[in-house]
């Protein structure tokens, strides 16, 4: 039986590969080399909630019916008996109550899409904390960055789609900020929406970008991420043999083929188990859309609650003295939607695109990096992670201050006060905390490559001394201990030349100075050979 | 009667004497329970105030002053808010109150049911005010739970939430969760706006359209069809448990799958 599976499988592959040579590829990916640990399957939680949102999306197409002409709810819903609302809404009604396996496809594709930006998220923050950025792969942390905008709009898109009151003040709060910027606002907003808000043509046009435009354009770059990622071969930790000439793991087949594989199923399965559990956005408790009603509780998604946050953060007057809106010439200039809104968010999500470019700057070397660091071995790096993440922290919990504020039983008011402190004080602390404990850390390492691990073993000497048995390291440990880079911070050309005359482009490497002495002026080196050597000799 | 002298010894006599007793006992209660319901609703005498005149004195007086006319800055008058607004503030153990802060909570009643409508009888007779709601005004099987989705949301949804789960307001004080109110109480704070809480006529919304909102915050109590509900919280919950929950989970599970790494 065998012998004749294995004779009609090869009989088959054969006459594929003879007729598409195929055989050279599938050789290729099925012994490319991987590395092996748990966060770099992060990425992949990214990628199967993908799938699934494509899966379960396709689903809800064959009943959504993306109209705003109004009709009249005839259904099952007591609730919703004779209430007027787009069609929209009432086929979302129709495809939650009475289409089999409707709500439960829902709740999948909305629990995956908030799985997808978290995975996203934090595979994005596994490659910053861990250097995996540097050179060669800046270009494929831009298509990563830009998935992650990508992963946004597709979010924002479908969550607007079932035209409920709860999405539709989402959407009043874009159209706000839109018009908040200067001159041309108010033409995008009516072009966006063909006429004033909320309009009769928003729906088709989200439609057609969350089913057809955004997850295009994502399908088009997973696909060159995932290039990038087998063109540069996969970063690896450090460790025993591991250098940033070679990678030590395991092929793709047999092994990550199945873990792989099987993980999609693992996803695909936490999904389900949790959309059958939890109720995710009842639009039938929040009604169809209609501009006058607001509800207490009304927040975005997760993603873009740290827009809401800063929204909610901006004071409208500056220390009640200084009004954040003007007006020049009829035109109205509102600085307390266009800065928490647009360029707050621009300046962050700037600067985290351009951060390979800033780190490169600073340490100036130009090799590429397949080691990754230990977090702690770069300890600015980890300390801007730690000062983003808390300051991002900081938004999502202002955007959820009401929500906190009935919990806790606090004043919304002071929560809002203390978070207008927090937001500049905060990361700051967290950064210098953060690069501290790295520092201390790296410093324990240097202690445990010198003189070994305590083993709590006391021993008495011939001439009676006392000592405690230090253990030394073994190799591999040792290793992942030194092997990291010692960057000493920039040295430049001076201003003047001896004739003095000032120099072409020192402005700019005075800046590259500055961020390296920010980088790399307090720095605990790697254990030397010599070192060790001298530290070994005085213990025996 | 021979007929019934035959059967006397039958075997499921003593069973159908049995629920005959049941049913005649329940039907007195039935009975007495509507009556006396129907005689704190609009039957209360002049007994009863002076019953209540005392109660007032010796638990409210503190505050309100000994003839209801309030305390500057320490509690309002209580001439003519009506039985109704006694009713609410007593009966859900809002009054007496716990401690001075943003706003009074509502714990256990401090007083009996026979306590609390001899209070209102005493503060509705220093002054005309809203009634007690009968127990027809606040039926919610007779209400349209649509028509109240729509009142709800466009007069409660704002600080109550959108389902009644409650929600924030300024500096410390809230809006509750009305699941657990009854309708009545759910009637009277419309009509007599306790504490932040705007009074809505019956101009504003009339004695039907209460009841509706009633079936509307009624109809909530069957859950949710899409399982547990997360405290109705809305998209920052869903948040939260997306990441501790799902992204959680799996993330534990890559763990597990990646264990023979370095």
Known sequence: ?540 | MNALARHRYHRAAPVVLVLLLLALITGIAAAVSTASSADAATATTAEDAAEGQKLFAANCASCHGLDATGTDGVAPSLVGVGAAAVDFQVGTGRMPMQSSGPQAIAKRAQFSEEEISQLAAYVASLGAGPAIPTAEQVDPELGDAANGMELFRTNCAMCHGSVGGGGALTQGKYAPNLWETTPTHIYEAMLTGPQSMPVFNDANITPEGKRDIIAYLKAQDEGSPGGLRLGTIGPVAEGMWGWLVALGLIIASTVWIGARSS
Do not use: C
Not at chain 1, 112 to 120: G, K, M
Not at chain 1, 130 to 158: D, Q
Not at chain 1, 442 to 461: A, N, Y
């Open chain 1, 1 to 540: 039986m065998g012998a004749r599976v294995n004779t009609a499988a090869a009989g088959t592959a054969n006459w594929v590969d003879e007729r598409t040579s195929i055989g050279g590829f599938v050789k290729f990916f099925a012994r490319k080399l991987f590395p092996d640990h748990w966060s770099f399957m992060l990425g992949e939680i990214a990628l199967y909630s993908f799938v699934v949102l494509l899966l379960s999306g396709v689903f809800l197409t064959a009943f959504f019916v993306p109209s705003m002409t109004i009709v009249e709810y005839d259904g099952p819903l007591a609730t919703m008996q004779g209430v007027e609302m787009s069609e929209a809404f009432a086929s979302t009604l129709h495809m939650s109550f009475e289409v089999p396996g409707g709500l439960l496809m829902r709740q999948i594709h909305h629990w995956s899409a908030l799985l997808f930006t978290a995975a996203i998220v934090t595979h994005m923050a596994r490659v910053f904390f861990t250097g995996a950025f540097r050179k060669p792969r800046e270009l494929n942390w831009l298509v990563g960055f830009t998935l992650m905008i990508l992963s946004l709009a597709a979010g924002f898109s479908g969550y607007s789609l079932p035209d409920d009151v709860l999405s539709g003040n989402g959407l009043r709060i874009i159209e706000g900020v839109t018009r908040s910027i200067p001159i041309v606002g108010e033409y995008i907003s009516y072009w966006i929406f063909g006429g004033e808000f909320p309009g009769e043509i928003l729906i088709p046009r989200l439609f057609t970008m969350h089913v057809l435009l955004v997850p295009g354009l994502i399908l088009v770059l997973v696909a060159l991420h995932l290039f990038l990622v087998f063109l540069h071969k996969h970063t690896q930790y450090p460790g025993g043999g591991r250098k940033d000439t070679n990678v030590v793991g395991l092929p793709l087949f047999p092994v990550y083929t199945a873990k792989a594989g099987g993980f999609f199923f693992v996803v695909f399965g936490i999904i389900a188990l949790v959309a059958a559990i939890f109720t995710i956005n009842p639009v039938w408790n929040y009604g169809p859309y209609d501009p006058s009603p607001v509800s207490a509780g009304t927040q975005p998604d997760w993603y873009i609650l740290f827009v809401d946050g800063a929204l909610r953060l901006m004071p409208g007057w500056l220390f009640d003295i200084i009004p954040m809106e003007w007006e020049f010439w009829g035109y109205t200039l509102s600085l307390n939607i266009l800065i928490p809104a647009l360029i707050l968010p621009g300046l962050f999500f700037g600067f985290l695109a351009l951060y390979p470019w800033i780190e490169a700057w600073a340490t100036g070397d130009r090799g590429e990096k397949h080691v990754l660091d230990r977090p702690r071995n770069a300890p600015v790096r980890t300390g801007i992670g730690v000062a983003l993440i808390s300051f991002y922290v900081i938004l999502v919990m202002e955007g959820s201050n009401d929500i906190i504020a009935n919990l806790f039983h606090l004043s919304l008011n002071d929560l809002t006060y203390f978070f207008r402190i927090g937001i500049f004080v905060i990361p700051a602390l967290a950064f210098w905390i953060t690069r501290r404990l790295a520092i201390g850390l790296q410093r324990k390492d240097r202690e445990l490559v010198l003189h070994g691990k305590e083993t709590g073993r006391i021993v008495r000497h011939e001439h009676g001394e006392y000592q405690e048995v230090h253990e030394p390291l073994t190799d591999q440990e040792r290793w992942i201990l030194v092997s990291y880079d010692d960057i000493a911070p920039l040295e430049i050309e001076p201003e003047y030349n001896d004739r003095g005359v000032r120099r072409k482009g020192y402005r700019w490497d005075h800046f590259k100075q500055r961020l390296s002495r920010i980088y790399f002026e307090k720095r605990i080196s790697p254990v030397t050979p010599e070192e060790l050597a001298e530290a070994q000799h005085a213990h025996h």
